[in-house]
């Protein structure tokens, strides 16, 4: 079924070059993909790229599957990929990448951060992909929240206590729990829980996943989810809550986040989230452009991933799509207000004094869902069904061996490095 399916990419692979000028670099992404974005990319990011370019679209699932199955074949269409951090990870474990070390010096000498830029090496001695573009979850309140502040509290750096006093007052003289989080099917609290609570308070994701530190830490998110509003389990986008008054204070990707406070950016603030025992638990989302082994046009390739980092397309890229410069690369003073507020915000978040990085999975291939349901099971029976922290940590903590154990996945930061599957101690 697998080799079907990998013969059935192939051909599509070649019916997708057929379709495209013998000239264009085909630019395949698993990032921008809806249609208005992908329409911008084409139109606005690219256009200061003299050569054709055709940039298509992918679902994160099908990616690796089609690269791999154009590497199996020796048929190569691709000559730049663009994609999360973790997405390229596996590829590049199987050495499918183009190092592109020079490229790296050059960027590293005109300003792209050295922490940023280490990262494309993927745990490698050579460079497999260039960074393109980042994003982070930040917190936004309505500025009606403010006055109900714990006393002395300073909003870039709250800590969870400081959070659940924070609810409490709001419930307490509004009548409603103002406080939100996207928990809802299409939502993204499984981010919430591997680069945020975790984190925050264990320092690690997968190996203190049952440890005490654990435990403690879901006993105060029981205490924070009793001044949550309960529709929490329906939002997806905290954006739409936001602005229909129905939350004050929410956690949200920053794309989820961009319309409320575009369409009112006089309305709320953006601040970190709150630290924890161990650090202000916060996970970049860093996509990257590679070029592939066997690209057709490594050249045209590279031109592309030049044209990208440019300060002014990285801030064309801000000002269009949302996501921030990976360079510095200064907004202008008349980009969008929510754009800016969100910007500040990413800002304080990365520059906080325990800040404390947690990455996207990385290793787990395809089954990254199964990853994400251990952490959302764990918070629907410890939070929502009431049921005893320590065992539902045992079982799920042993759900979470077996998937370490299956992939093969080693440990990502913030957890110490393994050989071998990344354990839960």
């Not at 199996?72 to 990870?89: D, R, W, Y």
């Not at 981010?191 to 994701?205: A, H, I, K």
Request: charged share 20%; proline share 8%.
């Amino acid at each position: 079924m697998k080799r079907s399916i990998l013969l059935g990419l192939v051909a599509a692979s070649s019916l997708l070059a057929n379709n495209v000028a013998s000239a264009d670099t085909i630019f395949l992404s698993t990032q921008l993909r809806p249609i208005e974005e992908a329409t911008v990319v084409r139109d606005s990011i690219l256009a200061g790229v003299s050569a054709p370019i055709q940039y298509v679209v992918e679902e994160p699932p099908q990616f690796a599957v089609r690269l791999e199955a154009e590497r199996q074949a020796g048929t190569h269409t691709i000559s730049l990929v663009g994609a999360l951090h973790g997405e390229l990870s596996p590829i590049a474990a199987k050495d499918g990448f183009v190092p592109l070390d020079d490229l790296a010096a050059k960027l590293a000498t005109g300003g792209m951060p050295k922490a940023i830029l280490d990262l494309g090496k993927l745990g490698k001695d050579k460079q497999q992909y260039i960074p393109w573009m980042q994003a982070t979850y930040v917190m936004a309140a309505n500025k009606q929240a403010l006055p109900y502040l714990p006393e002395g509290a300073d909003i870039n750096a709250l800590n969870y206590d400081q959070l659940i006093e924070w609810g409490k007052k709001m419930q307490a003289e509004t009548g409603q729990a103002r406080i939100g989080f996207p928990a809802g099917p299409k939502g993204l609290m499984p981010r919430f829980f591997q680069g945020y609570f975790y984190p925050s308070f264990t320092g690690g994701v997968v190996r203190p996943f049952k440890s005490a530190d654990a435990a403690a830490g879901w006993e105060s998110f029981k205490a924070l989810w009793s001044v949550v509003n309960p529709n929490s389990t329906n939002y997806n986008f905290m954006q739409e809550p936001l602005l229909a008054d129905e939350v004050w204070v929410a956690w949200d990707h920053i794309a989820r986040l961009r319309e409320a406070v575009s369409l009112q950016p006089d309305q709320y603030v953006i601040f970190p989230a709150p630290a924890g025992p161990k650090g202000r638990g916060y996970m970049p989302v860093i996509a990257g452009l590679a070029i592939p082994k066997g690209a057709p046009d490594e050249a045209g390739a590279t031109a592309v991933i030049e044209h990208l980092v440019k300060p002014e397309t990285q801030i064309l890229t801000a000002q269009k799509v949302g996501f921030f410069p990976v360079v510095d690369a200064k907004l202008p003073a008349d980009i969008d207000p929510g754009i800016a507020l969100l910007a500040a915000g990413v800002d304080a978040t990365q520059t906080a004094k325990d800040a404390l990085i947690s990455l996207l999975p990385v290793g787990l291939g395809d089954r990254g869902g199964e990853f994400n349901k251990v952490y959302m099971d764990t918070f629907q029976r410890i939070v929502l069904r009431e049921e005893p922290v320590a065992t539902v940590l045992g079982e799920q903590g042993a759900a979470l061996a077996k998937l370490m154990t299956d992939t093969g996945a080693a440990c990502w930061a913030p957890d110490a490095a393994s050989q071998g599957p990344c354990p839960v101690e």
